[in-house]
T-cell receptor
Framework: GAGVSQTPSNKVTEKGKYVELRCDPISGHTALYWYRQSLGQGPEFLIYFQGTGAADDSGLPNDRFFAVRPEGSVSTLKIQRTERGDSAVYLC????????????????FGPGTRLTVL | AQTVTQSQPEMSVQEAETVTLSCTYDTSENNYYLFWYKQPPSRQMILVIRQEAYKQQNATENRFSVNFQKAAKSFSLKISDSQLGDTAMYFCAFRAAGNKLTFGGGTRVLVKP
């Protein structure tokens, strides 16, 4: 079946602009995760949704970052007043379940959105 | 907070040979899971192998196997019979009950023909 998809693949914006990044999880997956990967580093956790609600948003760096998942499927990561330091690859992942069983909690990743803030 | 450390920035291996990637982690949790993900230039993270901390037996997936040493908090990945398609970044990752993954800094693996 289809994997996790993310749009756009690449986004170039100017400092101070607003951007939205979209994630379509694997059908039927209840959990959805956002990570940010800066150049030459491993991904860092941003936020995790269980259904429609944000179960853990401890990784969001500041209040310019916000994410929603209104119907428990597609999620949008929103960044206001973008800064050059926001430039990174934003990765989305989904899992069938969350909370204990390793096999069904395994996170499957999308190809990411490369955000460049000029 | 958990930390994951990959001490090898880059490794080279001849095709058909074996390479071992190191990973150490720090945690006070007793129940957790460990993963190796592969990230080719396409950027998509692909799960290679996973290990439950409560299992003593090391996980294997075809040419990929791990050496899990819980007391030493070590989780190395061995790639046997390396293939050109194995060329990629490899990330070690940790997950406890909180669901979020904590990743190491990655090791670039280059398989040479």
């Amino acid at each position: 079946g289809a994997g996790v998809s993310q749009t756009p693949s690449n986004k170039v914006t100017e400092k101070g602009k607003y951007v939205e990044l979209r994630c379509d999880p694997i059908s039927g997956h209840t959990a959805l995760y956002w990570y940010r990967q800066s150049l030459g580093q491993g991904p860092e956790f941003l936020i995790y949704f269980q259904g429609t609600g944000a179960a853990d948003d401890s990784g969001l760096p500041n209040d310019r970052f916000f994410a929603v998942r209104p119907e428990g499927s597609v999620s949008t990561l929103k960044i206001q007043r973008t800064e050059r330091g926001d430039s990174a690859v934003y990765l989305c992942a989904s899992s069938l379940t969350s909370g204990g069983s390793s096999s069904t909690d395994t996170q499957y990743f999308g190809p990411g959105t490369r955000l460049t803030v000029l | 907070a958990q930390t994951v450390t990959q001490s090898q920035p880059e490794m080279s291996v001849q095709e058909a040979e074996t390479v071992t990637l190191s990973c150490t982690y720090d945690t006070s949790e007793n129940n957790y899971y460990l993963f190796w993900y592969k990230q080719p230039p396409s950027r998509q993270m692909i799960l290679v192998i996973r290990q439950e901390a409560y299992k003593q037996q090391n996980a294997t997936e075809n040419r990929f196997s791990v050496n899990f040493q819980k007391a030493a908090k070590s989780f190395s990945l061995k790639i046997s019979d390396s293939q050109l398609g194995d060329t990629a970044m490899y990330f070690c990752a940790f997950r406890a009950a909180g669901n979020k993954l904590t990743f190491g800094g990655g090791t670039r693996v280059l398989v040479k023909p």
